[in-house]
Nanobody
Framework: QVHLVESGGGAVQVGGSLRLSCVVS????????MGWFRQAAGKERELVSA????????YLTDSVKGRFTISRDNARNTMSLQMNSLKSEATAIYYC????????????????????WGQGTQVTVSS
């Protein structure tokens, strides 16, 4: 069984920064992929960023490129998302997820590619 626990959400003003963390219980192998999704009220859950645990392949959705950075710490089994220059449209619940099965090549980008999820952490960006 795998458990993912997010932390680091909160309320900030436009232009501010937050750092989200996701701690994974259980072994994470180099071929596993992990992602950060977000779901705003009334909208579909969307992939924000993802990383192959080996670190060799990273994805960022276009709207956050240059402002968000994804990283992982092997020793602490932790994935992080540094979010800078936050905009109001970043307001959402942010979820981390892991794809252990890797049934598809490349970065998994679909919600159904991921088999375990965290409980989510709220990010609110206000002007």
């Amino acid at each position: 069984q795998v458990h993912l626990v997010e932390s680091g959400g909160g309320a900030v003003q436009v232009g501010g920064s937050l750092r989200l963390s996701c701690v994974v219980s259980g072994r994470v192998f180099s071929n596993h992929a992990m992602g950060w999704f977000r779901q705003a009220a009334g909208k579909e859950r969307e992939l924000v960023s993802a990383i192959i645990w080996s670190g060799g392949n990273v994805y960022l959705t276009d709207s956050v490129k240059g402002r968000f950075t994804i990283s992982r710490d092997n020793a602490r089994n932790t994935m992080s998302l540094q979010m800078n220059s936050l905009k109001s449209e970043a307001t959402a619940i942010y979820y981390c997820a892991i794809d252990r099965l890797r049934l598809r090549p490349g970065i998994p980008k679909r919600r159904e590619d991921y088999d375990y999820w965290g409980q989510g952490t709220q990010v609110t960006v206000s002007s």
